[in-house]
């Protein structure tokens, strides 16, 4: 196949455009005209007279370059496009992802650990101080505590505490609560609700060793709503549907038999899709 070779790197000569490309439409030139000479010498056309006929079908050299220049010019384009799309795609994904599990992990998880611990320093604190400590008196020391709990922790709204007895197990009005701002006109603490966040109360506290003091502790934390929830899914179904498309794109600018089986493989599978789509029809993208 001299002559196809000849022939096809004469038109190639001296073409302006990246290396890849123009092995890309090498290939796929050589492709059609090897196609071609097959089919002619089933006809009963020698291999010399079938390259003859194969090249002259494809017609004036130069005005093959133009449009070459032309599918290049295209091609070009859509390789910047797919690639934009794929970035785009990837980043709605792994966003979307970042907002799923921060939903979970905080509301589920992280959220009551946190509350545990802030529960722990303010326990140890009281038993610091448990002389100081009387039923309904909280001492100056560990309302201190308690601001500077609710002060340098942002997930924190509030924090209340009452004092009771070990047998006095009722609850009342809080002996202390920071900021005093969070209280309503009850004495109890509002819930709040903004834009992907909401408040949960948590109720804590615990008994001071070796006494009869019972510390009642009542937390008041934010917790991403259901609205945050349905950005991350939001976010994730654009990645699904832009990949998905970005796959269907590569399989037809491949020119794949059976396309309608990749695109379905992909849209309904995705990343996973595209995957098996790549080891079962290894291709350039």
């Keep these: 196949m001299k002559r196809i070779e000849e022939y ?8 302006d455009a990246e290396e890849q490309e123009v ?11 090897l196609q071609a000479v097959k089919e002619l010498k089933e006809e009963g056309y020698t ?9 002259d079908r ?22 910047i496009f797919s690639k934009v799309l794929l970035k785009f795609a990837l980043s709605l994904g792994i966003l979307g992802i970042l907002g799923m599990t921060s939903f979970f992990a905080w509301n589920n998880v992280f959220s009551h650990h946190f509350v545990r611990s802030l529960n722990n320093e303010i326990l140890q604190a009281a038993e610091v101080h448990a002389d100081k400590i009387k039923h309904n008196n909280v001492p100056e020391e560990l309302k201190q505590k308690i601001i500077e709990v609710e002060n340098g922790h942002i997930s924190i709204q509030a924090v209340g505490i009452e004092i009771t007895s070990a047998a006095d197990q ?16 009850e004495g109890y603490m ?13 109720v804590a506290g615990g008994a001071i060793k070796n006494t009869d003091i019972q510390v009642h502790l009542q937390f008041m934390q934010w917790r991403f709503s259901e609205e945050y929830f349905m950005i991350g899914v939001n976010l994730f179904f654009g990645y699904w549907v832009l990949f998905t498309a970005w796959g269907i794109m590569n399989v037809y600018y491949n020119r794949d038999r059976y396309k309608l089986g990749w695109v379905l493989l992909i849209a309904c599978f995705n990343v996973f899709g595209y995957w098996l789509y790549l080891k079962i029809r290894p291709t350039n993208i």
């Design 8 to 15: 096809i790197n004469s038109i190639y000569q001296g073409f």
């Design 23 to 33: 092995k890309e439409l090498k290939d796929e030139m050589r492709t059609h005209l």
């Design 47 to 55: 291999e010399e007279q079938a390259q003859d006929i194969a090249i």
């Design 58 to 79: 494809f017609g004036d050299p130069k005005s093959l370059v133009k449009q070459l220049g032309e599918l290049y010019r295209i091609r070009r384009i859509q390789r």
């Design 170 to 185: 009722t609850s009342g009005p809080y002996s202390f609560a920071y900021p005093a701002s969070s209280l309503n006109n």
């Design 190 to 202: 509002r819930s709040d609700h903004r834009p992907f966040i909401y408040t949960m109360y948590y």
